[in-house]
């Protein structure tokens, strides 16, 4: 019993050696990692405290859509600027847009480049409306950031007219390379050979007048044109015009049954039919027909 009592003393206290050098052990080590968090803590700069939700704040959403707003006001119409500087969201800027330009059918200034592009030329019609009407397409989409080169314009130009313009283009290409490369060198090849045509009666149905035709090859070809007058100069250095009379000088000569104007040269007597005196002057004794009809002019 005695030699148990002394294993069971010996136990116990070798027992509580150990749990209070487990615990000194214990106390150790959290003191020496206190301390080596403080050194770290001390040798790199405070980390700010990483936000699990990634989605943005109010705030920073707010703030995006701002400088979205600020970058539309140089893309949308005039009549938005305003509008899209007072606003902060994207989605109303969107959806006014949309209801004023898309919608509605007006002025749709934000499909610039589409619309220049559709514009089909026809080999029927004059080609000199067209090209004002694209470039004045071009002009409006200038003023809302759209920039065409020459080459580009030349290249969608040429994407646009009918087989008998691409046919005349490309024939032309053989003798000048560089046709279609330039813009402009397209629009007066166009503008001529349509000329040409006009003046050649290829387009009966055109109302274009033929004397406003322009170019070399225009006027080669131009026939005369009867309400063009010329002018000359008489013995006195006065100015006269020779060419189409008026209506009131082609009423009378229906009415004598003779030539008016400067083609007249002598009078036509009416009681003898002898030219160069008048029924008045007449030697001739006047008839009756002759006297019935004198009395009605003094009447």
Not at 106 to 112: E, F, K, P
Not at 162 to 186: G, I, N, R, S
Request: one cysteine or more; hydrophobic letters at 30%; a positive charge.
């Amino acid at each position: 019993m005695l030699a148990k009592s002394k294993y069971a003393e010996a136990k116990s206290i070798y027992l509580d050696g150990l749990n209070e050098w487990v615990q000194k052990r214990d106390e150790y080590e959290e003191k020496e990692r206190i301390r080596k968090e403080v050194i770290e803590r001390e040798r790199k700069p405070r980390r700010k405290r990483v936000r699990r939700d990634e989605r943005p704040t109010v705030v920073e959403w707010e703030s995006m859509n701002r400088r979205v707003c600020g970058a539309l006001v140089e893309c949308v119409p005039v009549g938005l600027k305003d509008f899209v500087q007072e606003c902060n969201y994207v989605a109303d800027v969107i959806e006014e847009v949309r209801s004023r330009y898309i919608f509605t059918g007006d002025v749709a200034q934000l499909n610039h480049r589409e619309r220049y592009a559709q514009l089909a030329f026809d080999s029927s019609k004059n080609p000199i409306p067209q090209f004002e009407k694209l470039e004045k397409l071009e002009r409006t989409a200038r003023e809302y950031g759209v920039v065409f080169e020459d080459k580009e314009k030349t290249s969608m130009l040429l994407k646009r007219l009918d087989e008998k313009w691409k046919k005349m283009v490309l024939e032309a290409t053989v003798l000048k390379p560089d046709l279609t490369h330039h813009y402009q060198f397209v629009k007066e090849f166009m503008i001529n050979k349509w000329q040409v045509e006009v003046s050649l009666d290829m387009h009966p149905n055109n109302y274009t007048n033929k004397s406003l035709g322009e170019g070399m090859e225009s006027a080669m070809y131009l026939d005369k044109n009867p309400k063009k007058r010329e002018e000359r100069r008489d013995g006195n250095g006065r100015r006269e015009w020779k060419g189409r009379k008026g209506g009131k000088a082609e009423k009378e000569k229906e009415e004598r049954g003779g030539e008016s104007g400067e083609e007249k040269k002598e009078a036509v007597c009416f009681n003898c039919g002898g030219r160069g005196h008048k029924a008045r002057e007449c030697p001739t004794p006047l008839s009756k027909k002759a006297k019935e009809k004198l009395e009605e002019m003094k009447k």
